[in-house]
């Protein structure tokens, strides 16, 4: 059974594991993730700024190079797991068809 079959909650109460969950929520846990470093990094610059204007420049320079390399990080681990996911389902789709070759 292809990994797509069934709908968000179908998937949530699959018991049998056919059909799987992550791959439907991936863009919203990724939109949340990106959400909370953009928070977290404003709070970052008013937290450095109050501690000096200094550590405040530095957070303006080094937070985004840092905000990036988190991001890239993020989204390699989780286009993995997507890749994992794709795999499993083309490989299922290639067992299908062979067994409608026999």
Do not use: C
């Amino acid at each position: 059974m292809a990994m797509e079959s069934k709908g968000f909650f179908g998937s949530l109460f699959d018991f049998s594991f056919e059909s799987f969950v992550f791959p439907k929520v991936i863009s919203f846990i990724y939109a949340v993730i990106v959400v909370l470093l953009a928070i977290g990094y404003l709070g970052l610059i008013v937290f450095a700024f109050g501690q000096g204007s200094t550590a405040g420049v530095g957070a303006i320079i080094l937070g985004p190079v840092v905000l990036i390399l988190y991001l890239i990080m993020i989204r390699a681990w989780m286009e993995i797991a997507i890749v994992m996911f794709r795999i499993y389902d083309n490989t299922d789709r290639i067992v299908e068809m062979k067994k409608q070759d026999n």
